[in-house]
């Protein structure tokens, strides 16, 4: 490991924590990050040429796996044209129209670089479509470092002890109420407490920042009702589901309509790309049309709109891959309970669609209280236990775990092997 050691030496004298992004400094698991060189499919390269499984898949965007021939071919071929013009292009509106026949409920899209951004502009649009200020969250949902979401969020600003950062100015968090996930009445009470005010309410229709937590039947329905009742915006934060879930994302599995949705990771096919998309109607709010105002350099990249149409398209033509990606991380959730059960070890595995992920913890976990409960160091132990047996899982606790098309069913029993050594009470309590 000692490249990574000494890369990382080097890092941390240069950049914050030694990371672009806090959650890859490793500091939930107590280790030196890994630098990884190289990735194929399901598996990434340490600059010390170990190969891991990789079940972070760069938190969600690799789901054919890494460097897909259909996404590298149209980068290349990309990259002949040049890489950034400042004008239309093609390609934007090629995504922006498989975007919209893809997916339920939206008309039009506007392209930008993040999935923070997506959000943040999301968030000014509904404020500006409603004149109302004030917004909705929910306690552990993660929606990007935008001032008005850094209010109990999760991700690494939950494992990082900073789920309300510093740096938020009191007028920025005063307009963010938080409710709890799973739980209707405290939507429903937040509502009437701030009756006419509020503009909207954003959810992650399947929570994947608090470690994954499906929604309860009724939730996400019973939010558009609450919605509709009280003349806010339903905002559906599918950064993560987007794609994942299905090809018509979390609106189209659970058939409750969103006002507005939030898109990053899979669309941009590893390049960065976001995207914010609803009714004709809401999106020509947004300037040039209308007054909300928002805007961006490099949004709608013509070498990301490249890497993001070939792995739509893909995805589109292939749609039964989501059948399969749904049955593998069956397998793998199904055959980690079974482990921890023999071996003695309270956990709960949560798995919906390619997400899961493990709880170190007896009860059950559906919403944000119940998964800080569960045991992060027992967590700890357990990915660096499993990093030493070639499978990289995410390096936190309130995290998911992604699988990929690319994931073999002997990648699932490889994984489901070094498990087997790694959940023991001696082990995880070391
Ligand atoms: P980005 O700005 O990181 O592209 O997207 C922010 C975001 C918005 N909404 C949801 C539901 C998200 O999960 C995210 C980002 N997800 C994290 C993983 N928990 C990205 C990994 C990281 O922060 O390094």
């Not at 890859?24 to 990434?44: H, K, L, S, T």
């Not at 891991?52 to 898949?57: M, R």
């Not at 004149?131 to 993660?142: S, V």
Request: glycine share 10%; charged share 20%; proline share 5%.
């Amino acid at each position: 490991m000692e490249y990574s050691e000494a890369l990382f030496r080097r890092a941390v004298q240069v950049m914050p924590g030694g990371v672009n992004s806090p959650v890859r400094a490793f500091r939930a698991v107590n280790m030196v990050p890994r630098f990884i060189e190289r990735a194929d499919g399901a598996y990434i390269t340490d600059e010390d040429g170990r190969r891991y499984i990789d079940y972070v898949c760069s938190w969600g965007p690799m789901i054919l796996g890494h460097n897909h021939p259909a996404v590298r071919t149209a980068v290349e071929q990309a990259v002949q044209n040049g890489l950034s013009f400042g004008a239309p292009t093609r390609g934007e509106v090629e995504l922006a129209r498989l975007m919209v026949d893809m997916v339920p409920h939206i008309e039009m899209v506007r392209m930008v670089n993040s999935g923070t951004e997506a959000v943040m502009s999301a968030l000014r649009l509904a404020r500006g479509a409603t004149g109302r200020d004030k917004l909705i969250k929910f306690d552990g949902c993660y929606h990007g470092h935008c001032d008005s979401m850094l209010v109990n969020a999760g991700s690494s600003a939950l494992a990082g002890g900073c789920p309300s950062s510093a740096g938020v100015p009191a007028g920025a968090a005063r307009d963010t109420l938080t409710a709890r996930y799973n739980d209707l009445n405290s939507v429903r009470a937040l509502l009437e407490a701030n009756s006419g005010q509020v503009a909207a309410v954003i959810v992650e229709p399947v929570a994947a920042n608090m470690g994954v937590i499906p929604p309860a039947p009724g939730f996400l329905q019973g939010l558009r009702e609450l919605c509709d009742e009280h003349g806010a915006l339903l905002i559906f934060d599918e950064v993560i589901t987007g794609f994942r879930l299905a090809p018509g994302g979390a609106q189209a599995c659970f058939n409750v309509r969103a006002d507005l949705v939030t898109f990053g990771k899979i669309i941009g096919g590893g390049m960065p790309v976001g995207a914010y998309a609803g009714s004709r109607a809401l999106m020509e709010l947004v300037a040039p049309c209308g007054p909300v105002y928002q805007a961006g350099t490099l949004s709608g990249n013509p070498v990301a709109m490249a890497a993001g149409l070939a792995q739509l398209r893909w995805l589109k033509e292939h749609a039964w891959i989501y059948d399969d990606l749904a049955d593998k991380a069956a397998v793998l959730a199904q055959g980690l309970r079974k482990i921890a059960a023999a071996a003695g070890v309270p956990m709960q595995v949560n798995q919906i669609g390619s997400l899961l992920s493990p709880f170190f913890t007896a009860g059950p976990v559906t919403n944000a209280a119940q998964a800080k409960s569960s045991d992060t160091e027992a967590y700890a132990r357990y990915f660096s236990g499993m990093l030493q047996r070639g499978i990289y899982l995410a390096p936190a606790q309130f995290e998911a775990m992604f699988l990929s098309d690319a994931h073999s069913r002997e990648d699932i029993e490889r994984t489901l092997c070094a498990a087997e050594e790694v959940l023991t009470p001696l082990f995880l309590s070391e």
